[in-house]
Nanobody, 114 residues
Framework: QVQLVESGGGLVQPGGSLRLSCAAS????????MGWYRQAPGKERELVAI???????TYADSVKGRFTISRDNAKNTVYLQMNSLRPEDTAVYYC????????WGKGTLVTVSS
C-alpha cells in the first residue's frame, strides 16, 4: 500500500482559492488511481475528483469548472486546485490511492467562510 499526507487546507473567504497537496510514500507510476474525497459535518464522504495513471480525470458535478486535479510523478504528489470556493465546499478533504488496495490519508480541513 502507500502512505498519503495531505496539506494545504485552511480558512478562505467565499470566492477564494486553495491548493491541496497529497504526498505519496511511493512512486505514483505504480498507483492506478489517485483522488480526493471530502466529508462535511453530518454528511457522508463524497467523491470530489479522480485522476488515473493515464491522466484521465473525473469530477463531481458540484466542482466541475472550479476544481482541477493534477499529478506530478516526479514529486510523487497529487494536487487539487480549488477556485471560486463556496461555503458548501467546507469539509475535511481526504486523499485516496488505489490499485488492488485502497489507502487513505488523514485529511485536511477546508473552511470557506467570511
Amino acid at each position: 500500500q502507500v502512505q498519503l499526507v495531505e496539506s494545504g487546507g485552511g480558512l478562505v473567504q467565499p470566492g477564494g482559492s486553495l491548493r491541496l497537496s497529497c504526498a505519496a510514500s511511493r512512486s505514483l507510476s505504480s498507483i492506478n488511481r489517485m483522488g480526493w474525497y471530502r466529508q462535511a459535518p453530518g454528511k457522508e464522504r463524497e467523491l470530489v475528483a479522480i485522476i488515473t495513471s493515464g491522466n484521465i480525470t473525473t469530477y463531481a458535478d458540484s466542482v466541475k469548472g472550479r476544481f482541477t486535479i493534477s499529478r506530478d510523478n516526479a514529486k510523487n504528489t497529487v494536487y487539487l486546485q480549488m477556485n471560486s470556493l463556496r461555503p458548501e465546499d467546507t469539509a475535511v478533504y481526504y486523499c485516496v490511492a488505489s490499485r488492488t488496495w485502497v489507502s487513505w490519508g488523514k485529511g485536511t480541513l477546508v473552511t470557506v467562510s467570511s
